[in-house]
């Protein structure tokens, strides 16, 4: 059993930057991880993943170039530049322990192990 645990979440203003983290309890070899934001009222959404054991990255279109997913140890890492109002969401961090394909890497229910969300709020 993997337990995550993300810290790094708050509030800021439109422009800024956050950097999130990812701590697991166990080993992150051979493993895909992402992280998901949730927005009120809707279903998880994908925003970038990282295999473990490459460093190679994959991001949704929405965050593409603001947004940095990376690693050290045994903790994951998603730095948030240009901070828009509509990130404003809760972020999960979620793991599973195969390399999942990039298409794979982006559905919610391909991941096994789940943190318990930090919110980040970014005013106008």
């Known amino acids: 059993q993997v337990q995550l645990v993300e810290s790094g979440g708050g509030l800021v203003q439109a422009g800024d930057s956050l950097r999130l983290s990812c701590a697991a309890s166990g080993r992150f070899s051979s493993s895909t991880i992402a992280w998901f934001r949730q927005f009120p009222g809707r279903d998880r959404e994908f925003a970038a993943a990282?295999?473990?054991?490459?460093?190679n990255t994959f991001y949704a279109e929405p965050v593409k170039g603001r947004f940095t997913i990376s690693r050290d140890n045994a903790k994951v890492y998603l730095q948030m530049n240009s901070l828009k109002p509509e990130d404003t969401a809760v972020y999960y961090c979620a793991s599973v322990p195969v390399m999942l394909s990039w298409t794979d890497s982006s559905a919610a229910p391909n991941y096994r192990y789940w943190g318990q969300g930090t919110q980040v709020t970014v005013s106008s």
């Open positions: 990282i295999r473990w054991n490459y460093a």
